[in-house]
């Protein structure tokens, strides 16, 4: 599937490199990932569409005492949002092209010899991938045992989250890609600034730039299409992205958001049900969502256990001010602890 978010994270380098570091470590600790090269997009055939996902790229191997040399490992990587039954099929094809491109260009291993193939579908679908992952899977058995020379291929499907469980710790933290798969397969508009904040606190570097600045371009397209204009969580995820990174920068907009909409209901259940109860209810739900708010960001930039802490000490506030200095000192504080302790500080300045 032709998605221009793919297009525009791994044209670079680094996020491929990233992606590798999700695979089991048994299968890219020979690799020397600083050797990416991208092959010709004419790999893909006449006539067909050329777009990133079919392209393949090589790796080479860590110099290693006492082994000859080794051909480059080709790797096909296919991106989908979709599950594909026939993804083995395509996937073959492509290997297929790609190969032949190399010997057409004399650009084979040692002895002539032909690169192994490493076959990887980055799938950000919101259910499981249930295709078949190999050839022989897709193909029928009328002869059985007794036509065993069938073309066989098996692919991996990294879907959301690192293969291989001894490797997913190495795999997780800081991978710029794990990261824009999560944001691809939110769900949830109020979801959405915690994934845009994870994904863009590993964006900060000046490596990064070029990178930050081409996700800024298409990743407003998606939530947009996905999620509509309307609602906080959508602007808020939208200014996320923009420079500088930083909640401080637009907070107090953020939260007025959240009131302004808790209100707005108010007012229409009042007006429908005639009661007063219709706005205070509104203004509750608007103060909720703050909470809540402030919870998941909280669980973004420390863990799950300072995030619940803070979620109790505000249990009570129903102040637009304090929600906003409680959003700065998420950004401006090192640690959880640090930030719990400065929040208790505040109790007195709004008593």
Known sequence: MDDPIDSAAFAHSGMVRDLLRLLPRGLTRDLDLRSLRRLPSANVGKGAKRRLADMPV?????????????????????????VERHMALRLDAYAALARQDLLR?????????????????????????????????????????RLPWQPELRYL?????????????RGRRGNRALALIALQRCARAADLPGRVKALFDLLRGPADAALRRDLRDVLGGMIATRFGGAGAGVR????LMEEPMGLA???????A?????????????????????????GLEEGWAAERSLLRRLAAR???????????????????????????????????GRELLDRVRQTDGEFA
């Open 257 to 281: 958001e959240f009131l302004h909409e808790g209100r707005q209901q108010g007012r229409e259940e009042g007006r429908e049900a005639g009661l007063e109860e219709g706005r205070t209810a």
């Open 157 to 169: 499907v990294l879907d959301g989250e690192p293969l291989g469980e001894q490797d997913s710790g």
């Open 301 to 335: 930039r420390f863990d799950a256990a300072t995030a619940e802490a803070l979620f109790g000490m505000l249990a009570e506030v129903r102040d637009a001010e304090r929600f906003a200095v409680v959003g700065e000192l998420i950004v401006d504080c090192a640690t």
């Open 249 to 255: 920068m637009r907070f107090d907009e953020w939260e």
């Open 58 to 82: 090589s790796f080479g191997f860590r110099p290693s005492a006492g082994r000859p040399p080794r051909a480059r490992l080709l790797l096909m990587l296919e991106f989908q949002s979709t």
């Open 236 to 239: 808020l995820a939208l200014d």
């Open 105 to 145: 260009r004399g650009r084979l291993g040692p002895g002539g010899m032909l690169p192994e193939v490493l076959c990887l579908v980055v799938y950000t679908g919101r259910s499981r991938w249930t295709a078949p992952l190999s050839l022989g899977e897709l193909t029928a058995k009328s002869l059985g045992a």
